[in-house]
């Protein structure tokens, strides 16, 4: 939301919408906390994930005090506040970075990763890529030698072997912290560490075969491609990704966290392999607090790829740990877009809804999924994003994704009063706020039901979660139980757009359907079978 009319959301803009998230009656949306993607300091190579300040609020936002009337109206509200911790790298532009590159003996050298050239064509040290295009090396006239960059030229990565880049990051967190910040998403932590040896990472994936994951048939078409030839870079992260080290810097910061009962982390830490992935929970539940799976962001419409998925994932966690679970987020084409097709995408948004607040964990939900805003077509001159303006039109990057909010069916779909910074989505007249608000068949009444009733459910909330059935009669549903004490929930959701009879696990007991996807659906006690209409999922208590 734009408060000053210059097309750019900024902090007054959310704190004049904190009533809509969580006014602490059912007529808001209920949610308990808010992560938000970087607002630091900027030159905005990378929509804010190069920052120049990592203690100051860009002034394209706001300033410290919105910062701080936002952190205490939201508390007020019992809404956290969860800030992005961009520390893989920072901006070329960075006081840190100047000072690196300044000359061979700064003292802040050693804060980045510097290399000679290789050969007497002085060639890049190694054969890493950064993601976005081309190698992860450029070569600093200046001072002759290259620094690394796991993404654009203008975001150097730190050299997280230096301690005094450990002590320098220690001291961000602890400032936000001080501020009042309840948490951190770690952006790309899998990356911190390096090779000591800076050895040539392997071409290409050759791993499709012990895949825990089924290549094409889980994962969509372009998700399998991208995967099976390691696009964009063409090579595995072997020796740029994923490196023991890692680990121990996590525990650095899980040791902050400690001493500021009641924050969180969640990690965006991605890989091929679940177990890989979990293992940055720690050992002794001593690093991330939570990370997301990102493997759930890339499967076909298909009730046994989702079962798989979430059953891989918990089994792959320690016992004891937390998933995080979200379905969109600012690097991929929204969830509702990927499924949308025959005209029955408003169907498979409530679905994904559904099931997003149902599986165990803490759900995320991506700015406007409530209201199942759609992914915006851009033209080259709209975009923004450094992807889509390297591979465009090949891909149009994730400005798609990252566009306005729809507030109401006024002029810029009530955001702004000036042109909005990217176009808006399609369809602004159908999917906004106001006219969804009024509609208690709509999804934004659903998923405020849905979200308000999870709160007072303590099988949603913390309870135990089991898929029911095996994988191969998943063909249509995906059934789960959430059980804590003596709640036991059961979630039925249909894939498939034709009727499924579905019955209820034997037993001398009684099925209540709590709700429905399907707002035409009466409620019902006494359920030995459901049946489901197509794309329709529902809540059933189980009453002894
Ligand atoms: C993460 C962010 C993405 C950004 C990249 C580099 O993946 O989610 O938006 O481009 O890191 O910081």
Redesign the pocket.
């Known amino acids: 939301m734009d408060s000053n009319s210059k097309g750019l959301g900024d902090l007054q803009g959310i704190l004049s919408k904190l009533d809509y998230l969580n006014d602490g009656t059912q007529h808001s949306l209920g949610i308990d906390a808010i992560w938000f993607s970087p607002f630091f300091k900027s030159p905005d190579y ?2 804010g ?1 190069d920052i120049s300040d990592y203690c100051q609020i860009d002034p394209r936002y706001g300033s410290l005090d919105d910062f701080q009337q936002l952190l205490e109206e939201a508390h007020e509200r019992s809404i956290k506040v969860i800030v992005d911790l ?1 520390v893989n790298h920072t901006s070329h532009l960075h006081p840190w970075f100047l000072e690196s590159r300044s000359s061979r003996d700064s003292s802040k050298r050693n804060w980045y990763i510097w290399e000679d050239g290789r050969g007497k064509k002085n060639r890049p040290p190694n054969n890493w890529r950064n993601h976005f295009f081309g190698p992860a090396w450029t070569w600093d006239e200046k001072t002759e030698q290259y620094y690394l960059h796991s ?1 654009l030229s203008e ?1 150097p990565d730190l050299n997280w072997r230096n301690p005094e880049v450990m002590e320098a990051v220690g001291d961000v967190i602890r400032y936000w912290l001080n501020f009042g910040v309840d948490g951190f998403r770690l ?2 932590a899998h990356h911190y560490s390096k090779d000591q040896k800076m050895r040539n990472n392997p071409l290409f994936f050759a791993g499709w075969k012990d895949s825990t994951v089924k290549f094409f048939s889980d994962r969509t078409f372009m998700a399998g491609l991208m995967k099976l030839f390691a696009l964009p870079t063409m090579q595995i992260g072997k020796y740029n990704q994923h490196q023991p080290e890692t680990h121990e810097i996590l525990k650095g910061f899980r040791n902050i966290f400690n001493q500021y009962p009641g924050t969180t982390s969640v990690g ?1 830490i991605m890989g091929d392999n679940p177990e890989l992935i979990a293992s940055y929970y720690g050992q002794h539940s001593d690093e991330l607090h939570m990370n997301f799976y990102f493997e759930m962001l890339h499967l076909r419409w298909k009730a046994s790829a989702f079962r798989r998925c979430v059953d891989r994932w918990e089994k792959a966690l320690p016992s004891g740990s937390w998933p995080a679970h979200a379905l969109s987020n ?2 991929i084409t929204r969830a509702i877009s990927r499924y949308d097709f025959d005209n029955r995408g408003d169907d498979r948004a409530r679905l994904l809804m559904l099931m997003l607040l149902t599986l165990r964990g803490t759900p995320f939900i991506y700015y406007g999924e409530e209201i199942a805003m759609r992914e915006a077509k851009l033209s080259r001159e709209d975009l923004r994003d450094p992807v889509g303006l390297k591979w465009y039109p090949l891909h149009e990057g994730r400005d798609g994704c990252r566009t306005p909010m729809q507030w109401s069916g006024d002029i810029n779909a009530g955001f702004s009063n000036a042109k909005p910074w990217l176009p808006l989505g399609p369809d602004t007249d159908q999917y906004n706020v106001s006219v969804m608000d009024s509609d208690q068949q709509s999804i934004l009444s659903f998923t405020k039901k849905l979200i308000w009733m999870r709160k007072e459910m303590p099988a949603l909330l913390e309870g135990e979660y089991k898929a029911i059935g095996e994988v191969v009669s998943s063909k249509h549903c995906f059934c789960f139980e959430r059980s804590a004490g003596k709640q036991r929930l059961l979630i039925y959701l249909n894939f498939s757009l034709q009727r499924q009879n579905v019955d209820l696990p034997g037993g001398n007991f009684a099925g209540r359907l709590l709700l429905s996807t399907n707002h035409e659906r009466k409620s019902e006690n006494n359920l030995s079978t459901v049946n489901l209409d197509g794309l329709e999922g529902c809540i059933i208590e189980i009453c002894p």
Do not use: A, G, L, S
Request: aromatic share 28%; hydrophobic share 25%; net charge negative.
């Open positions: 990378d929509y994930y961009v993404f975001q952006d790309v965006e600012h690097d």
